[in-house]
């Protein structure tokens, strides 16, 4: 069956460039979460939508960073004038319902900013 | 705060067991994950502790003790394919929902 798919699956921008990642979740899936993480690292979280509404951007590093779910499937995380530090994998997990459910991941982005 | 420790890496023989532990300190614990993340890919879903004890599921185990903020993960008959990260992940309620925090990972390496 079909799982959390994510793209483009590798990215590399130039610092200063904006960049997008898509995140196509579970079909049906009313949570969606997104995470950084670094070489090495578990994964950290940046934010959760549940349907359209993102309930939590807590974990964003910055103000350059912004997501987006409007109609509550798929989600565009933004980075705007990326620096070198934004270099991580970007993945993308979807969760059936609200709270209690097993988070399923994509396959993330991998992001290199030079 | 939300802390989460696990040991960095681990090598253990092939057919034998591994227990890989983890601890944590949260201030609305609301279960705990184990994920397997190859390298390259995505972590993938092995394991759910919400209450104390032992949770089962073929050659993989899980432990729970909620008083003491500690956790393991058991793999039995390890195979070479066993051979990657371990992720222990603790959900925290926090204001408006929950939060996953996951721990650094314990790299397990599986040799002949």
Known sequence: ?114 | GQNIDQPTEMTATEGAIVQINCTYQTSGFNGLFWYQQHAGEAPTFLSYNVLDGLEEKGRFSSFLSRSKGYSYLLLKELQMKDSASYLCAVRDRVTGGFKTIFGAGTRLFVKA
Request: hydrophobic share 35%.
């Open chain 1, 1 to 114: 069956g079909a799982g959390v798919s994510q793209s483009p699956r590798y990215k590399v921008a130039k610092r200063g460039q904006d960049v997008a990642l898509r995140c196509d979740p579970i079909s049906g899936h009313v949570s969606l979460f997104w995470y950084q993480q670094a070489l090495g690292q578990g994964p950290e979280f940046l934010t959760y939508f549940q349907n359209e509404a993102q309930l939590d951007k807590s974990g964003l590093p910055s103000d350059r960073f912004f997501a987006e779910r409007p109609e509550g499937s798929v989600s565009t995380l933004k980075i705007q004038r990326t620096q070198q530090e934004d270099s991580a994998v970007y993945l993308c997990a979807s969760s059936l319902l609200a709270g209690v459910e097993t988070q399923y991941f994509g396959p993330g982005t991998r992001l290199l900013v030079l």
